[in-house]
């Protein structure tokens, strides 16, 4: 973990060199939307190296090192920002699957917060246990008027890069995507059950679940429900 770290950091210091020469903003854009999840994946890399065992991953340190990664104050500006992190342990093959959905949520929700009824703006990042397996994760941010008020054909239909990373790393932890709009807020939740470290692989295997691979761009949807409007994309 600790080399894939470095690794990381090395491609992620090559691409700010090529955003430095780029002379458009949509490639420039692009390269750092691109830069971000390198960055993402090299502090999960970094925790899981820090992590005493191999088997349980303290996943609220994951998410917090990853969060800091994505939510930083000289990039988002001024705005509220909260997270509930309950202590818990996962394995690695859903403590990495949930930390990157997490980091790309976040992302996806900072593209599209703005100020609410009020001229609050704000992020919160909440993740519980229900019982004893069963976990949630909630990324809710304000929203304006407007963006609440557009008619959902107006939005992207879950067609954005970002939106098929969520939905990978939600069939990769076996779980159920929620989008929800309302009056002042857009929230995306996620819940899954926790996997026992002494599970067997066909044990853990599900069928819809489909892990990624690289270069393959056809993704299917994850178990989705969608509220009023999704900001996803």
């Known amino acids: 973990h600790h080399r894939v770290k470095n690794n990381l950091q090395l491609i992620a210091s090559i691409m700010n060199m090529q955003i430095r020469r780029s002379k458009n903003d949509e490639t420039t854009w692009m390269l750092r939307r691109l830069q971000d999840r390198v960055l993402g994946l090299a502090a999960v890399h970094r925790q899981m190296y820090r992590a005493t065992s191999l088997d349980q991953v303290p996943v609220e340190e ?61 992020l919160s990042v909440r993740l519980t246990k229900v019982d004893d397996r069963k976990i949630e994760l909630e990324i809710r ?61 066909s044990d853990r295997a599900r069928p819809e679940t489909a892990a990624m691979s690289t270069g393959n761009d056809n993704i299917g949807p994850a178990t989705s429900k969608e509220g009023a409007a999704s900001l996803s994309g």
């Open 141 to 201: 941010n304000s929203v304006s008027l407007e963006a609440i008020s557009k008619p959902a054909e107006a939005e992207p239909n879950n067609a954005g890069l970002g939106a098929q990373l969520i939905e990978a790393f939600v069939r990769q932890l076996g779980g159920d995507l929620i989008h929800e709009s309302g009056t002042e807020e857009y929230k995306l939740k996620v819940s899954f059950l926790k996997v026992e470290a002494s599970t067997t692989e």
């Open 62 to 122: 994951v998410l917090s090192a990853v969060l800091t990664q994505v939510v930083r104050p000289d990039v988002v500006g001024p705005m509220d920002v909260t997270y509930e992190l309950e202590p818990m342990s996962l394995t690695p093959d859903q403590a990495v699957p949930l930390a990157l959905l997490t980091a790309e949520a976040a992302t996806n929700a900072l593209n599209h917060i703005d100020s609410d009824v009020q001229g609050a703006k704000w």
